[in-house]
């Protein structure tokens, strides 16, 4: 079946920076695109970025555009998100998500989620 | 604010149909598959429905969705206790690159 476990989370400081690793297991990994999607306390979900199976294409939300990289190693099945320049808006569960496809059909399986909280 | 809009609530009784709207616009939901997804509180989303109105593997019948132009639904039928839940529709948006969730409704079954 499967598994996403994101790892990573913790408090930061304004300004700092953290890099979240999601490590997949259950399925051909080099076959997907794969997601961050985050969710602030109390709040909805925002999608955050998107990688295509071969890593050739990513995309970005407008509020971390700049700021967050996504990136993959398909000989590791881990999905990571580096996270820049960190403000106290960003302070979050952060879940990795598993495309229904390669190219962005949207996510199905989602990890866990870790916590990122970011202050002072 | 959300690029799709949801309502916030919706509440049914056990044994009702209930919908929830999620509506948008040509560059998303008009132009773009829609998915939704549950969420109990604490825990990961669920995928509900994908390509509009495709139900995964091990979702009850029960659920189903639907799009018409720039709007998309989500239709519970005989409702139960276990389907309340947090539901968000979500779709790509090929003006901003990049997907797009609404903002949530809270389904509270009475």
């Known amino acids: 079946q499967v598994v996403l476990v994101e790892s990573g989370g913790g408090v930061v400081q304004p300004g700092g920076s953290l890099r979240l690793s999601c490590a997949a297991s259950?399925?051909?990994?080099?076959?997907?695109?794969l997601h961050w999607v985050r969710q602030a306390p109390g709040k909805g979900l925002e999608w955050l970025a998107f990688?295509?199976?071969?890593?050739?294409?990513?995309y970005y939300g407008d509020s971390v555009k700049g700021r967050f990289t996504i990136s993959r190693d398909n000989s590791k099945s881990t999905l990571y998100l580096q996270m820049d320049s960190l403000r106290v808006e960003d302070t979050a569960v952060y879940y990795c998500?598993?495309?229904?496809?390669?190219?962005?059909?949207?996510?199905?399986?989602w990890g866990q989620g870790t916590l990122v909280t970011v202050s002072s | 604010q959300s690029v799709l809009t949801q309502p916030p609530s919706a509440s049914g009784t056990p044994g009702q149909r209930v919908t929830i709207s999620c509506s948008g616009s040509?560059?998303?939901?008009?132009?773009?598959?829609v998915n939704w997804y549950q969420q109990f509180p604490g825990t990961a989303p669920k995928l509900l429905i994908y390509?509009?109105?495709q139900r995964p593997s091990g979702v009850p019948d029960r659920f189903s969705g639907s799009k018409s132009g720039t709007s998309a639904s989500l239709a519970i039928s005989g409702l139960q206790s276990e389907d309340e839940s947090d539901y968000y529709c979500?779709?790509?948006?090929?003006?901003?690159?990049?997907?797009?969730f609404g903002g949530g409704t809270k389904l509270t079954v009475l």
């Open positions: 998500a598993k495309d229904l496809g390669h190219s962005g059909n949207g996510p199905d399986f």
């Open positions: 259950g399925f051909t990994f080099s076959n997907y695109g």
């Open positions: 990688v295509r199976h071969d890593a050739d294409n990513k």
């Open positions: 040509s560059s998303n939901i008009g132009g773009h598959t």
């Open positions: 390509n509009n109105n």
């Open positions: 979500a779709a790509w948006d090929g003006s901003l690159s990049g997907r797009v």
